[in-house]
C-alpha cells in the first residue's frame, strides 16, 4: 500500500511534532501530504511552520481526521488518555489507537510511564530512525 497521507500529532508547544515534520519534508518533500494534528492552537501552527501541507487543532480534529491517515506519527502519549498535561482526551486516545493507520509512537513521555527495555535516545536520533527503518519505503 503506498502511503499517501501522513498525520503527525502533538500537543503543548509541537516541538516534537515540528522535529518530525522538518525531517519528513526533507527526505519526502511534497510527494506525502503531512497532516498536523495539534492538541491546542500553538502546537498546531508550529507544525505548520516546520511545512505541513495541513492543520488542524482540537478533540474533533484528531478524532475526524485520524480514521482518514495511512501513518500516525507522534510521542506515546498521544495514546494515553490524560498524557500531555490533560490535552490528551479519552476521545483523541481511543480514536487513535482504534484507527486503521499505522501508528509509530516514539517513547517521549512526561508521564509518570517508564518502557521498559528502550533506552533513552535524543530526539534527532529517534526520527532518523523512525525514517530510516520505519519509513524506509517512502521517496526521497
Known amino acids: ?31 506525502v501530504e503531512i497532516i498536523a494534528l495539534g492538541t491546542n492552537a500553538i502546537a498546531t501552527a508550529q507544525m505548520l511552520k516546520a511545512r505541513a501541507n495541513r492543520g488542524a487543532s482540537g478533540e474533533s480534529a484528531i478524532v475526524q481526521t485520524v480514521a482518514k491517515l495511512d501513518v500516525i506519527i507522534g510521542p506515546i502519549g498521544i495514546v494515553l488518555a490524560h498524557a500531555m498535561m490533560g490535552e490528551v482526551t479519552p476521545a483523541i486516545a481511543a480514536a487513535i489507537a482504534g484507527c486503521p493507520a499505522k501508528k509509530l509512537l516514539l517513547p517521549l513521555t512526561q508521564e509518570n510511564i517508564e518502557i521498559i527495555g528502550v533506552a533513552p535516545t535524543p530526539l534527532p536520533q529517534l526520527v532518523d530512525e523512525l525514517l530510516q527503518r520505519h519509513l524506509g519505503g517512502l521517496p526521497e
Open 1 to 31: 500500500m503506498a502511503i499517501r497521507q501522513i498525520g503527525v500529532i502533538d500537543g503543548q508547544g509541537g516541538g516534537i511534532g515540528s522535529a518530525i515534520i522538518r525531517k519528513l519534508k526533507e527526505r519526502v518533500g511534497e510527494q
